[in-house]
């Protein structure tokens, strides 16, 4: 069953489909909404540097964890796009947050741009993809730009067969450029990303692997209308800024695109104070 924790600091509800989803929710409940939504395999302690300068700011901040990762239930079925903006939605519904800014990175921006498509009832206010996998990171004969298919298996590969090392693997290279010449590695930012893999299943880590690369978002981001903003660093080696922001921000109907050189795929945790900047002037404006 539902519950919440005194003062809806965090809590769990209980969707359609029977999934029980993590979230936080700190805030005045009067205050202005944002809405974060994590990256794969993460969770939603991976926005710790926004939704603390976020709440300084006087907003509302809400984050939950994606179903089988984080602290959400560890179904075996479920991981995609719809389940995923489904889920969104029964968080929304059980806050009463209507109305919100809602700000996705990586996989998190597929699941805003599906949730804004699929649920029309919702009236979001406006939207923000950060380093996000949209229109369709997947080579096929209709977008020859993308990154073969052999990458995603790749990645499902090493999730079934040995994640631990992946997920150490991942944040210690490209996910946050530390494999580059002139970044200095930080070893806490690297367990921190370990423990937020770990701490979910793999099979919805597996699974996420084919929503997040193979979801085709190209026809329902032309029908968004509200202010969207597109943030992606130019030295992205996950999400590569050519085949995503960049055709993203073509897309969309009302869309401001910023780039960042030398940014990495994480740059909200690695660059916070510029990324945290930026969505604030976009937010208030």
């Not at 209507?98 to 649920?119: F, K, L, N, P």
């Not at 370990?194 to 085709?216: L, N």
């Not at 992205?236 to 030398?262: C, H, M, R, W």
Request: charged fraction near 25%; aromatic fraction near 10%.
């Amino acid at each position: 069953m539902p519950y919440e924790i005194e003062d809806r600091e965090m809590g769990y509800v209980t969707t359609d489909d029977n999934v029980e989803i993590y979230y936080k929710d700190w805030g005045p409940k009067d205050a202005p909404v944002i809405f974060f939504h994590h990256g794969w395999p993460l969770s939603a302690d991976d926005w710790d540097a926004q939704m603390m300068f976020f709440l300084g700011e006087g907003f509302r901040v809400v984050a939950a964890d994606r179903r089988g990762h984080g602290r959400s239930e560890q179904v075996w079925d479920g991981h995609d796009m719809d389940h995923y903006a489904d889920d969104t939605a029964a968080v929304v519904k059980h806050l009463g947050i209507e109305g919100a800014v809602h700000v996705g990175h990586s996989t998190g921006g597929g699941v805003v741009v599906r949730y804004i498509t699929r649920h029309h009832e919702d009236k979001v206010a406006k939207g923000v993809l950060i380093s996000a996998v949209p229109p369709l990171m997947v080579k096929t004969d209709d977008n020859p730009d993308g990154l073969d298919k052999s990458i995603f298996d790749d990645f499902q590969k090493n999730t079934k067969e040995n994640r631990a090392q992946f997920f150490n693997d991942v944040p210690s290279g490209p996910f946050y450029n530390f494999d580059q010449d002139g970044v200095e590695a930080s070893e806490p930012l690297i367990h921190n990303w370990w423990r937020q893999g770990m701490m979910g299943g793999a099979k919805a880590h597996y699974d996420s692997i084919v929503a997040f690369s193979q979801t085709d978002f190209r026809e329902e981001m032309k029908t968004i209308t509200i202010p969207m903003l597109v943030m992606h660093g130019e030295a992205d080696q996950v999400v590569p800024f050519e085949i995503s922001g960049k055709k993203s921000a073509e897309l969309l109907q009302n869309s401001t695109l910023k780039t960042y050189p030398g940014f990495p795929h994480g740059m909200p945790t690695t660059e916070a104070d510029t990324i945290n900047a930026d969505l604030l002037a976009f937010i208030r404006s």
